[in-house]
């Protein structure tokens, strides 16, 4: 097996060339990554009209192997003519993910009905009139047969018998046209991926700040002399975020990592865009603490209870600008050490070491991911990040500040196109006078509880605008039958994935759609740090898909006329549509002539450079926690379920872990005083339980860096294992905290061959 002790360097190098002979050669997917068009990665925001290759601040060469990954998944060639006809459902569903995503892309509708064994092609009109038929409102159709011609699926449904799931890739003009669309119709049973995600991240900084995205812009980062990486692996997962970090190193600054696994790129990581860095690699960490998986609430609390210890907290801006502070200093003064090491597992020295350089330091930037979403106590993790930083008042100033590192490419427009259950005020208010509209006011579900009414046959109709509903689920078991309940289920994709496989309805469309880059009008795309792009479009690589507006528009134009408050067809124009956003999002008016103007632009209040916060009173609210005990008996593991270097959330292109140096997807990775413990060897097959699911058959694979007492799986595979259990305030499942066991799996007993 290859190892690997940095992130990045020649096997990226390598792997792009690699990936260009898979494009149809390097000067095609030069091209292709050079045209102006937001990443279709992470919300690290390259592309736009910087063109490809450029990150916000027009810096040239940006890239990572997550761009080309998906550049070229979106190049290969179209699904084979006789695909469909070729595979059964039921070897759909022996498919790996792998082998779905690369079975090419989708360039036909096709229809799945209960009790076929296949998809059929149907036309697009076909399509568009089952959809739109299932939705029509009685009394605006009187043309619809009033009674059903297709049995139980072919009964219209009301309102609150849909649900509208978003991934985060699609652009801000579809996200917003289909939830418009969906209150129009009469629900509010609108969510996306981010439920599942970074919700925590909003919710918890509203809670204390007023405002839900990063404080800061990119430049920030840039000037700051040390920067928290905290429950993440850039690594992998952001890896342009590695080049700011390691510059910051050069220029004397430093890098905090709080990680149960030492993530290798997080050590050392070679920059490809670098020659020095990619020859002799970049130091990344300054520091490196491995807390248990879950220990980061009792870990931020045993900081910030240091820090006041030591007397270097900012009093004066603590009673300025916050609220809260006496309570929050007699709670941490109320902690007890003992109690704080045992939760966080990690002993004082290496707490006393955070403190110091963070007391050292005088521009911190504090960012985090899924490491600190994926909780039951998601929001209080966030809470106890954004304390710290107030502590030492590194909010509401240049060169520090807070900062969720986001998913999906346009995972933040989505949701502040009013991609959520409840609309904020001010773009409900304003979607009513601008389009003179009556919206719907009944509570909206999340994403989980979506999938808890499909279950209780309470919805009966699905609409995917992109992602994979079932496959980033938890409890796999649980989503299958609940997704199966639907009566007809709508995803619009541009490959398949194992929720065209599993998560079948009794009537199940897939309606393939461009890629952002082959749209024919121009799309608008949101950066994590609140900065908005252009992205051009492109000419379509295949005969067949649609763009993800136009499906929109037809399906709305043809439910609910265009002679209502709103002019559907006209909604096909994505200048139309910016030009409603502009009206309706609060900080959006400069997308009204984006289209012309090509000027991108930072959103107008999501920027805090100085400490007056949208709160009620303008100060930052400060929480004090109780902290979480420890879970997990001597008999279990504390799981978390990652992903590895080769894939993107449950698209798996490859299936080696380059970094963390695994080989294959089907395993447990155990600390060798664990595999010990247990009496296990290398290489074993283990049964792996929790108390939602088991696998078997799963290969015991040594990791001497993880943690001691927490092992890993890689999502989407393992999910059968993970509990639908979710954090009461951001409805965010603990995909991080599983508890396992594990034992050898039985051998399968050979019964003689009776002749
Ligand atoms: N290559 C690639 N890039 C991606 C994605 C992808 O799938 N592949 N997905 C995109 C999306 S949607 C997202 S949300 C992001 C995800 O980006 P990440 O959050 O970086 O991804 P995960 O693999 O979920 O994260 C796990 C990291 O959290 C650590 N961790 C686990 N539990 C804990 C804990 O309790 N405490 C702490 N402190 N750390 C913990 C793990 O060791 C691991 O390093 O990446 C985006 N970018
Ligand atoms: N156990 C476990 N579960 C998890 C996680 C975890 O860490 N552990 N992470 C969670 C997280 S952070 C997230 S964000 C979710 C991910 O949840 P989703 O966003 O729902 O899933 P993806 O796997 O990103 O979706 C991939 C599909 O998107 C489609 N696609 C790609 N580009 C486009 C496009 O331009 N338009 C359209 N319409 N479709 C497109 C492709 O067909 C592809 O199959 O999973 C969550 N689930
Ligand atoms: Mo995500």
């Given amino acids: 097996m290859r190892k690997v002790r ?60 997550k761009s080309l990954q998906a550049m070229v998944a979106d190049m290969q060639g179209a699904v084979k003519p006789d695909f469909f006809k070729t595979y059964s459902i ?39 009139q089952k959809i739109i038929t299932k939705l029509r409102p009685a009394a605006a159709s009187p043309s619809r047969p009033a009674t059903s011609t297709n049995g139980a699926a072919g009964d219209p449904v009301t309102p609150n018998e849909t649900f509208w799931y978003f991934s985060g ?26 439920f599942y995600c970074h919700q925590a991240s909003g919710v918890g900084l509203n809670s204390v700040l007023g405002t839900g995205t990063a404080t800061l812009v990119l430049e920030d980062i840039e000037h700051a002399d040390l920067v928290f990486i905290i429950g993440g692996n850039p690594a992998s997962n952001h890896p342009r975020l590695i080049s700011t970090l ?60 240091r820090i006041v210890e030591m007397n270097v907290h900012d009093e004066a801006y603590l009673k300025t600008y916050c609220d809260h502070w006496p309570q929050l200093k007699a709670q941490l003064a109320s902690l007890d050490w003992e109690d704080i090491y045992r939760k ?58 807070l900062l969720p590192i986001r998913g999906h490419s346009n995972v933040q427009g989505i949701g502040s196109m009013g991609v959520t259950p409840k609309l904020k005020d001010a773009i409900f208010d304003r979607l009513q006078s601008h389009f003179g509209l009556e919206l719907p006011t009944t509570a909206g579900l999340d994403t989980l509880a979506c999938m808890e009414a499909a279950d209780q046959r309470e919805l009966k109709f699905g609409f995917c605008l992109g992602g994979n509903l079932y496959g ?14 639907l009566e007809l289920l709508v995803y ?68 609910l006329g265009n002679s209502g408050p709103i002019d559907w067809e006209s909604m096909r124009n994505t200048n139309r549509i910016r030009e409603a956003i502009a009206k309706v999002v609060p900080g959006f008016d400069q997308i009204k002539d984006i289209g012309e103007t090509k000027k991108e632009f930072q959103l107008d209040g999501r920027t805090f450079h100085t400490p007056h916060f949208p709160t009620p009173n303008g100060k930052a609210q400060l929480r004090a926690h109780e902290l979480p005990e420890l879970v997990g008996a001597p008999h279990e593991l504390r799981l978390m379920t990652i992903r590895s270097e080769g894939q993107f959330n449950t698209v798996v292109y490859e299936d080696y872990d380059l970094y963390r140096g695994i080989e294959g997807r089907q395993v447990i990775l155990l600390h060798p005083e664990d595999l010990d413990r247990f009496g296990l060897q290398a290489g074993q097959r283990l049964t792996v339980r929790s108390a939602t699911g088991e696998m078997t058959n799963i290969i015991a694979t040594p990791f001497e860096k993880i943690r001691p007492g927490n092992t890993a799986m890689y999502y989407p595979e393992c999910n059968v294992l993970v509990p639908r259990t979710a954090d009461p305030r951001s409805k965010t499942p603990a995909f991080k905290l599983v508890l396992v066991t594990i034992e050898p799996t039985a051998k399968p007993i050979r019964l003689p061959v009776l002749r």
């Avoid at 890739?169 to 981010?194: D, I, K, P, Y």
């Avoid at 608008?524 to 929109?552: A, C, W, Y």
């Fill in 90 to 128: 039921p070897q759909l569903q022996a498919f790996s993910p792998r082998e779905l995503e690369t079975s090419g892309r989708l360039i036909q509708p096709v229809i799945h009905r209960r009790g076929e064994n296949y998809y059929q092609p149907i036309s697009w009109d076909e399509a568009f």
């Fill in 169 to 194: 890739r699609s652009s801000n003009e579809a996200g917003f046209l289909l939830q418009v669309f969906a209150r129009v119709f009469g629900t509010n049973n609108v969510n996306n991926c981010s």
């Fill in 6 to 65: 940095t992130g990045g360097g020649w096997p990226a190098v390598r792997y792009t060339f690699s990936k260009a002979r898979e494009a149809g050669g390097l000067w095609k997917l030069w091209k292709a990554m050079r045209s102006k068009n937001a990443c279709k990665t992470c919300a690290l925001g390259m592309g736009g009209q910087q063109g490809g290759m450029a990150n916000e601040r027009g810096m040239f060469p940006e890239v990572c192997k």
């Fill in 246 to 305: 390691k510059n910051l190193r050069r220029k004397g600054g430093h890098v905090v990592v709080i990680n149960p696994i030492v993530e290798t790129g997080l050590v050392n990581f070679s920059v490809p865009s670098d020659p020095f860095s990619l020859m002799f690699g970049s130091k990344i960490a300054s520091l490196y603490v491995q807390p248990h998986i879950g220990g980061d609430l009792a870990l931020l609390s045993g900081i910030a209870k």
């Fill in 472 to 485: 980033s689920n938890p409890d796999a078991t649980f989503a299958e039958q609940a997704l199966s309940k």
């Fill in 344 to 401: 966080s597992g990690v002993e004082a020295d290496a707490i006393q070491a955070i403190a110091t350089r963070y007391a050292a330091a005088e521009n911190v930037v504090f960012t985090w991911t899924m490491g600190i979403t994926h909780h039951t106590y998601g929001v209080e993790n966030v809470e106890a990040i954004a304390n710290l930083a107030l502590l030492r008042g590194m909010v509401g100033r240049p060169n520090a500040g």
């Fill in 492 to 559: 619009l994709n541009t490959t398949l994935n194992t929720g065209h496989a599993h998560g079948l309805a009794e009537e199940t469309i897939i309606l393939p759609v461009l890629a952002r880059d082959e749209e024919p009008q121009s799309t608008t795309q949101e950066s994590m740090f609140n900065f908005v792009r252009l992205s051009d479009g492109g000419p379509s690589r295949h005969e067949g898909p649609k763009s993800e507006i136009e499906v929109i528009a037809t399906i709305a134009s043809g439910v």
